[in-house]
Structure formats: C-alpha cells, structure tokens
C-alpha cells in the first residue's frame, strides 16, 4: 500500500477495516452502484428522484427559517429552475453563493414547495474556465467508514495505473474465459472502477454488465471451492462414533404420540449412520414447514446423549429457541435425559449455574440462541451440532460453535435444518460442505391451507370472519406490516393495528408479540396463545420461523404485496398444522405491479415450498434487485446468487476441474475472494 500516494499509517489502518491490506484488496473492493455525473442535464427534465449533473446561475440566495435556519439558493438555466437547501451553511458560503454567479451540482432531486429540490447537494460555482464534465460513470462504493468516496476513488485510480497484469493473476482459465466470453481480469476491474462515459447505466447498475457476471463467476467459484476444500478438511478429523446407543432411540420414538412419516423414517436412519461413523457428519436436511423436522433433531440428540455425550441445538430466534426447550424438555425428561435453554435473556445466576452443568456434562442437551458462541460457554463432551434454520446463521457462525468441540479433539457432528426449499444448483452452491437428506412428506392427515388475495379495504370483512373463527374454537395470527426503514415503526405498527382489532373484537382475547418485547413477556404471550387463552394473535415477522401451535388455523398478512415469496410462505407454514382446514389472507395495498399478481397468485396456486421456491427465481426478472439478502442465503461482495443462478452450473465444473488441476489456483482465488474469513478451512 506504500506505493500509493497519500496513504500513511491512519488511512492505512482504516482501509484494514474494509479488509484492504494490500493493492490487489483494493482493487477487489468493489463499486455498489454508480453515478451518471458524465452529462449535464437541463433543468426543465429532472425528475424526482433523479440523481443529476445539472449547471445554472444563481438568481437569488436568502436565509429563511422554517422551523430551523435553511440557505435557498434558487437556479435557473433556461429550461427550468431549481432550488438548492442547505441546513448547515457557513457565511462565506452563503456569501459565494452571489446572484449572477454560474454554478454545477450534482445531488438527489426532490419535491418540494414551490418546485423541485436539491438538500446539499455537492456544487462548484464555475469560474471564467469551463469545468471538465467526469469521463467516466462515478462509481459509489460500499460503506466506507471514516473514508470518503472521493478518497477511495483516487487510491483506487492510482492503483490501476501501478497494477499490471502479472500482480493481479487470472486464476480463472483460458478456456472458460473464452466460452462465457469474460473480459480479463485487468480489463474488468478497469471497467468496473472507471466505467466508460458510454458503458450501458442501467445494465452495470444492476450488476448484469459482463466485466460484473466475470467477477461474480469468480467469487462464486471461490466461495464453492471455499465450502469443498472446507468440507474435505473437516471430513478428515476424528470425531467420537456414536454407535450403540442402546435401546434410547427405539424407546424415544416409541414414545411419541404419533408415528414418524415413511420420510422422516428414512432421514432418521440417515442420520444415525452417519452419527455412528467417526468422521464428522455434515448433513443438511431439507424439509417444507410443517414437515416435522424437530422430532428427527431430537432422535439425534437422544442418540447423542444415550453415548454419554452432549448435543448443542441452536435456534435463529429466542422465541423459536424457547419452543425448541419446551418440546425438548417435554420429549426427553421421561427418559432422564436433563435439557437447558441458555439465550441472551439467561443471567445471572440462573446463567451460572446452567454454565456449571454444562461444563461438568450433567445437562446433555442445550438448547439455545447463537448465545451458545459465547466464550463462557464450555461444554464438556459436546459431540453434535443441530442448527435450526440455518440460512438465518452464516456458515462461519456455524463453524464457530464447532470449535467448542470436544476437548479430545474431536470435531462435533453437524446437523443443519432448513424449510428453504432450494433449488438443486443453488443448493450446490450454498451448502457445498453438506450431504442433504430431504423430508418429502407432510404428517398425515394436513390438509393444504386455502391462499387467498385481497385488497385492505376488505379488511372489515374480515373482523367478522375473524370472530366467527374465534369463537368457534379457533385461533388467528394477524401478522403486521414489514417495514423495513425502522423497528420502531415496525412495532408501532403492530402496537396500533392490536388497538385498532381490540375495539373491533371486543368479545375476543387478543395478544401482541413483537422483536421489541422482553423475552420473558414474549414467551408469557406465546404460552397464553399455545394454550388457548388467546384467540387472536398480533404479531410482527417474528412469528415467521418455527413457532407452532397447532390449533392456530387462520393466517391475515398485511402489506403482503411487500414481502418475498419465501417469507410469506413461512409464514403462512405457521397454520395448516392440525387436522383443521386452514386459511391465509394476504392483504395488499393497490394498485398490484404486474409482477406482485404474478407472486401472490403463487402463494393461491401451491402450497409446495419448492414450488415456491422455484417460482420465486422465475420470476425475479432481470432488474429486481432483490436478492440473496432476502432469502438469506450466502452473501457476497458481487455475486448473488439468485440473479446470477445461471452461471452455477459451469460454477460447479469448473470447481471440479480446478480442484483437480490447478490446486495453486485454487488457493489464489480464496485467498482473494474468501480471505480471512476462510481461516476454518486452512489445513
Ligand atoms: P418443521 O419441519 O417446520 O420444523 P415441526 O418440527 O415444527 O416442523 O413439526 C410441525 C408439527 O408437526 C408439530 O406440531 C409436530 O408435533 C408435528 N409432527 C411432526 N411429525 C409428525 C408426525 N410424524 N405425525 C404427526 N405430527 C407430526
Ligand atoms: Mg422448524
């Protein structure tokens, strides 16, 4: 980094934060989006919204306060006018800006009183000499804390012209450069950093640029050949075979009170070999909500601690954790086996005492948040790894907890579980690491919830189904807008729709959880509901993964034209649980994009979350820039895996190829795309 000017011991260490050390890093940290500061556009065609280049003379600047002291200076260049607000200003600021003086800006424009805006935008006032006008798109990149984008745009323009192409080394082949026609790599990080006045906007604003499908094929590749290489190094430790474990297992099952599924029959005994090897499981299962894959963990853990060992079992949510221990404790005390729930909310002493048990191996089964990562955890013969839900955890979350293993140097069994019914190629590509067993089969007796559509303004005929349903012996969740911006609107949200339904539903008992609720009140409401004390049940996202109370047979979703299709099909998968027939209302705000009609008529047509899944990447046309961070799956610094789902195939056999060939280029590439966080995997 010493090469590049202006870079001393304080810029450097910021950079470290972003992870850049060195001028390849710098040159892999790359733009989230761009600007078009390439052309001046006339006033009189700025639309709201737009982020614009635009050039005019000062016609009047004035202080005036509304509320608070605001600068005006009011433009003009013959096709319109425009004003530009400033809330913090200095007086020789506010003197530069004379009337009759040419200006350039370059800001977000706005509605506002009296025509469109600009708040702070970036000027120059322009002199007797023209102003150069950018040459190529500005790119903006990710947060960049306590460094600013012009900072980085300038090391990153030095960079380019210090790196030649032996230093940044093409690790991918000649002859998958040529068939996917990718630029080099040199050639791409150029156009991705100083993308060319006529680059096409809109196509490297949603990363479908060809220099940007390049480096996405790249980290994909590396992230892949990241979980393989992984994979291969974890199979290779010992881990303690839990073999024998006597009739425990048998007996546990026996002691449910239904009977497992020819499905969850099959994963069990799965698992079981798996768990009687001594090389470390790796095993994902898959299954739609609903499909009962929480008993098929237990048979694990019983397994488990009938070897005199213990079992971890992570949930994403503290209310899912909770369920999880009640369950646990309820399916394993008869056998005497001792379960303990341990989530942020555990203290004090009660937290001692649990540490204390855990640590002397006299609590077999621990059930918990990702509190369980804490140092002060420490087990004392932990032996497998169940983690539910796992696209809530990161993989590297996950190999964390396998470092509490064993003292004995044995590497933990990992189970993960998850109602993400992926398609196969993205599977490959997120779960690389795992062997996958599928649960393809409901409990008998479901019967697929009814999905219908309407428009809020029907939501008074719903109050009175909602009281039919109620007082017949049924329960409802109301599940409350998402809004994304803020949690405090989020709970408000739901606070005020509890209101609204509680005047509405006099004769009913209503209850309200939100993210913002201690955990103990959480739970206190959850109980209430499971037992029947509460008909209705308000509730935000929360709710979405795992809570189950059978008995619940009505779903109302507001604002659902607002959520992806994964989530509202979790959600939904919260009724349907007992032998009532049961019913979903997505709520939806008019009027429906074309593409909002297309989704929720999915949700109608099939209640098969593979289905859902599948249909949910078709129809993310290009240009929806939703994406991984949605579903929660991997995420990574270009690459998404849904939008660029199409280039997983040649992804995996070129994995294949170079495991096998080219081992040095293999190393390059993580090292590069992966790096530190890929400490887990060094052999
Ligand atoms: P998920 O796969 O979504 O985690 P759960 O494990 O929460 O599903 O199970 C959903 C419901 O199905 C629970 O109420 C559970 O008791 C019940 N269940 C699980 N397996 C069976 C089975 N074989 N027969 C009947 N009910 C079952
Ligand atoms: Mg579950």
Redesign the pocket.
Same mark, same amino acid.
């Given at each position: 980094m010493q090469r590049l000017h202006g870079v001393g011991p304080h810029l450097a260490a910021r950079l470290e934060k972003l992870g850049i050390q060195c001028v390849q890093d710098l040159l892999f940290f790359l733009p989230l989006r761009y600007e078009d500061r390439t052309q001046i556009v006339p006033i009189g065609s700025l639309r709201p919204g737009q982020r614009a280049v635009v050039e005019g003379e000062i016609q009047l600047t004035e202080v005036v306060y509304r509320g608070r002291r605001n600068l005006l200076c009011r433009i003009s260049d013959g096709t319109g006018g425009l004003i530009l607000r400033f809330f913090h200003f200095s007086r020789s600021q506010q003197d530069g800006l004379a009337r009759g003086k040419r200006i350039r800006c370059f800001g977000e424009t706005r509605p506002g009183t009296g025509g469109l805006q600009m708040i702070h935008p970036e000027y120059r006032l322009l002199g007797d000499t023209d102003l150069a006008i950018d040459d190529t798109l500005t790119p903006v990149y990710p947060t960049t804390e306590g460094l600013q984008q012009g900072r980085l745009r300038n090391l990153t323009r030095q960079a380019l012209q210090l790196v030649s192409t032996g230093e940044l080394e093409e690790w991918l082949p000649a002859r998958i450069l040529d068939a996917m026609k990718f630029p080099g790599l040199l050639e791409a990080v150029t156009m991705l950093h100083q993308p060319p006045a006529d680059t096409d906007f809109q196509a490297i604003q949603e990363g479908r640029h060809p220099a940007q499908r390049r480096m996405a094929f790249e980290e994909l590749l590396a992230q892949h050949l990241s979980l393989r290489r992984l994979r291969r190094k974890i199979r290779s430790e010992p881990a303690a075979a839990l073999v024998d474990p006597g009739a425990a297992v048998a007996d546990f099952i026996a002691s449910l009170s239904? +009977?497992? $599924?020819t499905a969850?029959q099959r994963v069990v005994v799965e698992l079981l070999d798996d768990l009687a090897k001594e090389k470390p499981m790796m095993r994902l299962v898959q299954?739609d909500? #609903?499909?009962?894959? $929480? +008993?098929v963990a237990a048979v694990a853990t019983v397994c488990a601690a009938a070897c005199g060992r213990q079992s971890a079992v992570m949930a994403p949510t503290e209310l899912l954790a909770e369920q999880h221990a009640e369950n646990f404790r309820q399916w394993l005390e008869p056998l005497g086996l001792e379960t303990a729930l341990l989530t942020g909310a555990t203290k004090g002493k009660t937290r001692q005492q649990m540490l204390e048990k855990i640590a002397d191996g006299q609590v077999r089964i621990v059930v918990g948040t990702h509190a369980l990562f804490q140092e002060s955890v420490v087990f004392d013969h932990l032996a497998l790894i169940v983690v539910d839900e796992q696209h809530r955890f990161g993989v590297h979350q996950r190999l964390a907890l396998r470092e509490k293993g064993g003292g004995d140097g044995r590497c933990p069994h990992q189970l993960i579980?998850t109602?993400t019914p992926i398609p196969r190629t993205l599977a490959m590509t997120a779960y690389a690491d795992l062997d996958v067993s599928v649960?393809d089969e409901l409990?008998?007796g479901r019967r697929p919830v009814t999905t219908v559509a309407m428009p809020e303004s029907r939501r008074h005929e719903l109050v009175s189904s909602i009281r039919d349903a109620c007082l017949s012996g049924h329960q409802a969740y109301w599940v409350c807008p998402l809004i994304e911006e803020s949690d405090v609107l989020h709970y408000e949200a739901a606070e005020k729709t509890a209101d609204m339904l509680a005047e509405a539903l006099p004769e009913l008992s209503l209850g309200l959880v939100h993210g913002r609720m201690k955990s103990k009140d959480k739970h206190r409401v959850m109980q209430a509901f499971k037992e029947g004390e509460i008909n209705l049940l308000v509730a935000t996202t929360v709710i979405e993964v #795992?809570v189950?109370v059978?008995n619940a047979s009505l779903m109302i979703i507001e604002n659902a034209e607002r959520m992806g299709l994964a989530q509202l099909h979790q959600l939904r998968?919260r009724v349907g649980?007992g032998s009532e027939q049961s019913s979903c209302l997505l709520l939806y705000k008019p009027p429906l994009t074309d593409l909002a009609k297309k989704r929720l008529a999915v949700l109608r047509e099939t209640n098969d979350g593979f289905k859902v899944a599948q249909a949910d990447l078709d129809l993310r046309g290009p240009g929806e820039l939703l994406g991984t961070r949605q579903t929660g799956l991997m995420q990574m610094r270009i690459a998404d895996l849904i939008r660029d789902a199409d280039l997983l195939p040649e992804v995996h056999k070129t994995a294949t190829f170079m495991m096998k060939e080219r081992p040095d280029a293999v190393d390059g590439l993580i090292r590069r795309w992966v790096g530190e966080a890929d400490r887990f995997g060094k052999v």
């Open positions: 239904y +009977v497992l $599924t969850q299954g909500v #609903g499909s009962g894959k $929480t +008993v579980m109602a649960i409990p008998p #795992g189950d059978p998968g649980r």
